[in-house]
Structure formats: C-alpha cells, structure tokens
C-alpha cells in the first residue's frame, strides 16, 4: 500500500482536512526537542492552525534526542501525519503539515547545535518528559551524577542532554550577536520554565560564567502548562487507517477533543499570533499545579491501581464504582490544596476531567501513565501530600496512590501477571526494597530515598503509618479489594 507523502496527499479522501497553506513557503521558525506523540497532537497542531492563517513563519524543526524512530516514520511521509480526534464513536480527521524536518540528534549533534543557533529560530520547544531534564525530581538542582549530564559538564562539543543542546546553541548564539532563543518546556515540570531556566544557567556556569549570566539577562524561559490526553498510537490503529483511507501513515496520533496551552507572557524575541487554544498569563502556576494534582495525580493513581488490579485503560478502570469513589476521595484531598485562578470552576473542571478518563475510544493503557513514576510522584502526588500535613489535614487517598506506586515496584500484579518497571531510577529503587521484611521496612526505605521523597514527609511518623498500612493492604488483598475498603460505594 502507498505510504503517506507529499506525493500522495492528494490520494486521500476529500473528507480529511488537509494543510491549508503552501508547505514550500514556510519557514522554520521554531525547533522542537523530544518529537513525539504528544508534541505531533498538542503543540505542532497549534503552530500548524498558525501556518493555515497565514503567518509562515512558525514551522517547526524536530529533533529526536534519542533515537531514530520518529525520525524513521516521518521523513519518509516529507513531515505528514495525521491526528485522529476521537470522542466516542466519532472520530475527525486533519493532516498536519507543520513539521519539516526530523533530525536524530546522536547522529548530527552538531547539526542539531546549528539548527538551534540558526537566526531562523526563534522559539525552542520541550517534551523530553520529566527525565530529560537532568534534574533532581524532589529538589530540582542538576543531577550531576547522571552518566549523560556529566558528559555536556566535561564538555559540549557534542552535547547529549537537552539542556546540553541549549547551552550549545546559547554559546554559538552569543558569540555570533544573535540574541537568545524563548525555550518553553512542555512537560508535567512544576515551574517548568524555572527548572529549565536553572539547568540551563547552572550548566552554563561550568563552562563559562559570562554566558551564564548572558542567558540569565537575555534569554526567556515562560512558564506553561499543556493539557491533551495522547495515547500510544497501536499497529491496530495504523492498519485501520491504511484500510479505511487508502494510504499507510506511520506517523499518526490519536487524542481527544479538549486541548489546552496556557503560556506565560514572557519572550524574548518574537511572539506567535496562537489562536484560541492558546492562553497567554502573568501567571501559570495556579493553572499547573491544578492539572498537576487533579488531572495528573488521579491518572497516576488510577495507572498503578488498575495496573496492579490487570486492568489495561482507564475507562476500564472507571468503570468500578469504588474505583470512581477513590478518584473523587482523592480530588477532594487534592482541591484543599489549590490556589486556582478566578478562570477556573474546580468543580465544573473535575466533571470535565472524569468525563475525559471515561473516553473510552482513546484506550488510554495504564501501563503507559505508569511510565518513569519516581519522576512524577514528587510534583503529582507527593507535594500535595506534604501541603495536606502541613494544614493538619489527612491525605488517606493520595497516600494510596503512593502505596499503589511503591507496590508497583515489585514487578508483579495482583494476579501474578509480571510487568516492566520503566523508570529511570528503577534499578535504585529495587536495591533499596531488596531484603526488606514486610511492608513497614520498604516504606522506610523508600522514606530515606531523598531523590524522590521531599524533607517534609521523610520524618512524618502519621504519613509513614499511613503508607505502611495501605502498602500491605495492597500487597495482601490486592488493589480492588483495598479500595473498597476504603472508598466503599455510597448509599
């Protein structure tokens, strides 16, 4: 079958919206770090409802930090993909034309330092996950023990980490008369703009401290939050699109209707006319910590829980009433511990979210939110938690979120069924549980592992019961049983 191209695009139904302006005149003005999924089905498609208004100047450069997958399934396609918008039995169709260009940064690190310094470019955008920023998930400072960041230390003539790449770039800049780049982080950071501001001038102080404050006069890092529920995109799915459209897309991604980019107004050189799905702030944190801990808190805490209970999505997981009930048990902890702006209905937002989980034409796997837990849980989980004890309040349900996490570690579910622990800190995290007795000695490891644990829980003796008991409630009924133990349905 053929494959999607700019060669074939015209073979394509005329129901399928395609791009509505002339891909040749685009210009590159934005470089994406982290290609993936999410990018191609939040922000690529808001840059590319730019280019169809009209204003060229916003095509996107994308480069894989890892390896040559992406790369491997859009080029041959010239950038195309398709996003599929599935809400229930309906389902909308747009091609994307938005990115040009897909580079494998292993392969061409200096190309990708060009690419950055290029005065073409004058936004970089991040979704490298929580991980790829280098950076301690409880405290936030550089994580200079890691292999990969320790290299871009010693030296950046061939950067490896994203913040290697941007200090690079920075440096060439500077030394060129350009002015700086606005970097905006796209990923679950709290104040992600912050951190990156401060891996970014921390790294550059080991190399040169003249840049390091050049950066922090001239550069801009905004602070963001990105809402878009994206799941994996299956063989199944690509073979159903061949099937029905008549060309092969290796590319194409499926989400939800809601999408949502709320960005700080801070930049530094020019900014993009974004249309109505973007909303610009003087302030983004009460927006981020409001997603963090509803939207992202309950889906990690449904991930670990129906993970371990052998339940593979969401909506799946939803449909247990005690499961509903914890879910809600848990908003209503979180929601003492926000600030929302005046924009912003809690109890008309939490509606909207349960609404979303419950899509079940998304097939959102619990395996997949599971991904990379101990660089979640500090802002999604944990901080709320610490925020809860210092009101005197009780966190029972968030706490069995963590309990689901730590249990999760084990590799195994409630029916014996083994899984992957796909962390970065796994292999740490298991040396410290080996040999542990019973559930009361891993709670205590996992307490003394500051990587993860903030300092206001580590000594909290209640939070240490709490988590103990709920960890071996798990580890001997199981998770199912547990919630209904302690979220019984309601009369």
Known sequence: MMRLSSATLAALPATIARPAYDRRQVKPGVVHLGIGAFHRAH????????????????GIRAVSLRSPGVRDQMMPQDGLYHILVRDGADVAI??????LDVTVAPEDPAGVVEMLASPDTHIVTLTVTEKGYKLDPASGALRTD?????????????PVTAPG??????????????????????????????????????????????????IAQEGAFPETMVDRIVPATTADDIAIFARDHGLTDEALVKTEPFTQWVIEDRFCGPRPDFGPGVQFTAAVAPWEEAKLRLLNGAHSAIAYLGGLAGIDHVHEVLEHTP???????????????????????????????????????LMHRTHQIAMDGSQKLPQRLLATIADR????????????????????????????????????LADRIAALLKDQPDA???????LAYDAI????????AAFAEQLTVHLASLEEKGAMATIAAMAPIPA
Not at 43 to 58: E, Y
Not at 333 to 353: F, G, I, K, N, W
Not at 453 to 460: F, I
Request: net charge negative; hydrophobic share 50%.
């Open 323 to 361: 499961m509903r009930a914890f879910v809600e048990r848990l908003w209503d902890e979180a929601a003492t511990t926000l600030s929302p702006p005046a924009e912003l209905d809690v109890a008309a937002y939490r509606r909207q979210l349960m609404a979303r989980f419950d899509n079940g034409a």
């Open 146 to 158: 890691d292999p990969q960041l320790a290299a871009d230390i010693a030296s950046l003539d061939a």
């Open 389 to 424: 004890r210092r009101m005197g309040q009780d966190a029972e349900a968030l706490t069995l979120g963590v309990a689901a996490w730590l249990r999760w570690q084990a590799g195994v579910n409630d029916q014996g069924a083994a899984h992957i622990v796909d962390d970065p």
């Open 453 to 460: 644990v903030p300092a206001a829980l580590r000594d909290d």
């Open 94 to 99: 747009r091609t994307i034309g938005a990115v």
């Open 43 to 58: 922000q690529a498609v808001m840059f590319d409802d730019m280019l169809a208004s009209g204003d060229l100047r916003w």
């Open 165 to 214: 790449f941007l200090v690079a770039a920075l440096a060439k800049r500077r030394a060129r008369g350009l002015p700086p780049f606005t970097a905006i982080s796209c990923d679950n950071l709290p104040r992600n703009g912050q951190r990156l501001r401060g891996a970014v001038i921390a790294l550059a102080q080991h190399h040169d401290p003249a840049l390091a404050d050049w």
């Open 440 to 446: 009361a000695g891993r709670v205590q490891a996992i």
